[in-house]
T-cell receptor, first 111, second 113 residues
Framework: NAGVTQTPKFQVLKTGQSMTLQCAQD?????MSWYRQDPGMGLRLIHY???????DQGEVPNGYNVSRSTTEDFPLRLLSAAPSQTSVYFC??????????FGPGTRLTVL | AQSVTQPDIHITVSEGASLELRCNYS??????LFWYVQSPGQGLQLLLK??????LVQGIKGFEAEFKRSQSSFNLRKPSVHWSDAAEYFC???????????FGTGTRLTIIP
C-alpha cells in the first residue's frame, strides 16, 4: 500500500493563477481531509469528506474548492491563488477509527 | 467548539533527561486524543492515541501519554530523550468517525548534548 499520496511536492504560483493539489489513498478509507499548516498555527482544517459525493467545509475554507467523485481521490482546487495561501498542505484519510493517516505534504508558494 | 492548547511553544531538553509536553483540550463529548510528531520537512507520524479504557497509553519510540479527564489534559512523556527526538509535536482531538481533527499549535523540541 502506498497509503496517502500527494502531488506535487512543491509548487510556485503567481497571484491569480489556479491549480489543483492532488490527493489519493489506497486504503479504501471513507473519510478524507485537507489541512494547511502555517508557522505557529498548527494544522487547520480546510475541507473534508465523509464519502464519495459528500464534502463539507472546515475551519478555513475560503479560496478553496473540493470534490470527491471517487473513494480514492480528493483534489483541492485553488481558483485564484493569493499570497495568503502560501502554506504547506496536508491531505489525510481515515477509516472511521478517528486515527488519520497523513500524506507527505505539498509546499505551496504564491508570489 | 473543540479546541486544543499546547502552552509550550518551544522546549529544550538535555539528551538523556526526561520530557513532558503539555496538552489541554476542550471537547463536548468523549474525546479521541492523539499525539503526532513531525520532523523538519516531513509529514506527520502518529505517536499514540487514546480512545477509551486505560488512561495511560503507550506509543512508539518509548513515548507514553496520560489522559486526565478531570484536568482535560493529555500530556506526553518520555523518561529519557534521544537526539533523534528533536522535532515538533502536535496534540489533536477528534470525534469517533475520523473525518476531522483539531490540532494544537505544536511544541518544538530541541535536544542539547
Amino acid at each position: 500500500n502506498a497509503g496517502v499520496t500527494q502531488t506535487p511536492k512543491f509548487q510556485v504560483l503567481k497571484t491569480g493563477q489556479s491549480m489543483t493539489l492532488q490527493c489519493a489513498q489506497d486504503m479504501n478509507h471513507e473519510y478524507m481531509s485537507w489541512y494547511r499548516q502555517d508557522p505557529g498555527m498548527g494544522l487547520r482544517l480546510i475541507h473534508y469528506s465523509v464519502g464519495a459525493g459528500i464534502t463539507d467545509q472546515g475551519e478555513v475554507p475560503n479560496g478553496y474548492n473540493v470534490s470527491r467523485s471517487t473513494t480514492e481521490d480528493f483534489p483541492l482546487r485553488l481558483l485564484s491563488a493569493a499570497p495568503s495561501q502560501t502554506s504547506v498542505y496536508f491531505c489525510a484519510s481515515s477509516g472511521g477509527s478517528s486515527e488519520q493517516f497523513f500524506g507527505p505534504g505539498t509546499r505551496l508558494t504564491v508570489l | 467548539a473543540q479546541s486544543v492548547t499546547q502552552p509550550d511553544i518551544h522546549i529544550t531538553v538535555s539528551e538523556g533527561a526526561s520530557l513532558e509536553l503539555r496538552c489541554n483540550y476542550s471537547y463536548g463529548a468523549t474525546p479521541y486524543l492523539f499525539w503526532y510528531v513531525q520532523s523538519p520537512g516531513q509529514g506527520l507520524q502518529l505517536l499514540l492515541k487514546y480512545f477509551s479504557g486505560d488512561t495511560l497509553v503507550q506509543g512508539i519510540k518509548g513515548f507514553e501519554a496520560e489522559f486526565k479527564r478531570s484536568q482535560s489534559s493529555f500530556n506526553l512523556r518520555k523518561p529519557s530523550v534521544h537526539w533523534s527526538d528533536a522535532a515538533e509535536y502536535f496534540c489533536a482531538v477528534g470525534a469517533s468517525r475520523g473525518e476531522k481533527l483539531t490540532f494544537g499549535t505544536g511544541t518544538r523540541l530541541t535536544i542539547i548534548p
